[in-house]
T-cell receptor, first 117, second 115 residues
Framework: AQTVTQSQPEMSVQEAETVTLSCTYDTSENNYYLFWYKQPPSRQMILVIRQEAYKQQNATENRFSVNFQKAAKSFSLKISDSQLGDTAMYFCAFMRSGGGATNKLIFGTGTLLAVQP | ETGVTQTPRHLVMGMTNKKSLKCEQHLGHNAMYWYKQSAKKPLELMFVYNFKEQTENNSVPSRFSPECPNSSHLFLHLHTLQPEDSALYLC??????????????FGSGTRLTVV
C-alpha cells in the first residue's frame, strides 16, 4: 500500500520570502503521479502542481516548483516570493498510473502554511 | 462557479436525524468521489463512482449511504451518525476513472457536526 508523509504540521514564512514544504512517499510502483494541493480557508482544494514520475525534469508553475527525487521518494514544494494569499493548508498526494490503475488519490496529513506580513 | 458544488455548506444534526449531502459537477467528468477530512489525519477516501456505478467502498459504516443517480450528481445519505463522524466531507470529480494523472476537481465541502 502507498503512504504519503508530511512531517511539518505547521510552517511560517515572511511575505516575499521563500519556503519549502516537505513530502515523502512510500511505494513499490515505478509509474505514478505526485501532486500538491492547496486548501485555503474557503476549504476548496486547488491543484497547485503535478509531477509525472517518469519525467526527470522538475515541474514548475509560476512561483511554485518542486524538487522531485525519485530514488529518495521525496517530493518537496518550493514557494518563491510568498504572498499573503498563499496562506493555506498544503497537501501532498500520490496516484498510481498505468496497468488499469484507478484514479485514487492518496493524501498526506497536510502542512499549514502561514505567510506573515 | 467552481465546477463542483456542494450543499449544504454547514450541517448540524442530532444522532437520530437523517440528512443528505449533495454534490453536483458541471465539468462533464465521469468519476466522482466522497472523502472525509478530519483534523490531523490524511483525507480518507470513502466511495468512488464511475459512470454512476459504485466501484469502491472503503469499509465505510452503513450509516453512510451514497447515491449516484447520474454522472453529474452524487449524494451522501446520513442516518444515526456518531459524534466521531463530525468532519469536513469533500466531494471531487475527475475526467477519467482509470488513472489519467489529471488529479481531481474538488468542491468546498460540507462541515458536518453531529451533536
Amino acid at each position: 500500500a502507498q503512504t504519503v508523509t508530511q512531517s511539518q504540521p505547521e510552517m511560517s514564512v515572511q511575505e516575499a520570502e521563500t519556503v519549502t514544504l516537505s513530502c515523502t512517499y512510500d511505494t513499490s510502483e515505478n509509474n505514478y503521479y505526485l501532486f500538491w494541493y492547496k486548501q485555503p480557508p474557503s476549504r476548496q482544494m486547488i491543484l497547485v502542481i503535478r509531477q509525472e514520475a517518469y519525467k526527470q525534469q522538475n515541474a514548475t508553475e509560476n512561483r511554485f516548483s518542486v524538487n522531485f527525487q525519485k530514488a529518495a521518494k521525496s517530493f518537496s514544494l518550493k514557494i518563491s516570493d510568498s504572498q499573503l494569499g498563499d496562506t493555506a493548508m498544503y497537501f501532498c498526494a500520490f496516484m498510481r498510473s498505468g496497468g488499469g490503475a484507478t484514479n485514487k488519490l492518496i493524501f498526506g496529513t497536510g502542512t499549514l502554511l502561514a505567510v506573515q506580513p | 462557479e467552481t465546477g463542483v458544488t456542494q450543499t449544504p455548506r454547514h450541517l448540524v444534526m442530532g444522532m437520530t436525524n437523517k440528512k443528505s449531502l449533495k454534490c453536483e459537477q458541471h465539468l462533464g467528468h465521469n468519476a466522482m468521489y466522497w472523502y472525509k477530512q478530519s483534523a490531523k489525519k490524511p483525507l480518507e477516501l470513502m466511495f468512488v463512482y464511475n459512470f454512476k456505478e459504485q466501484t469502491e467502498n472503503n469499509s465505510v459504516p452503513s450509516r453512510f449511504s451514497p447515491e449516484c443517480p447520474n454522472s453529474s450528481h452524487l449524494f451522501l445519505h446520513l442516518h444515526t451518525l456518531q459524534p466521531e463522524d463530525s468532519a469536513l466531507y469533500l466531494c471531487a470529480s475527475s475526467q477519467e476513472f482509470f488513472a489519467g494523472g489529471n488529479g481531481y476537481t474538488f468542491g468546498s465541502g460540507t462541515r458536518l457536526t453531529v451533536v
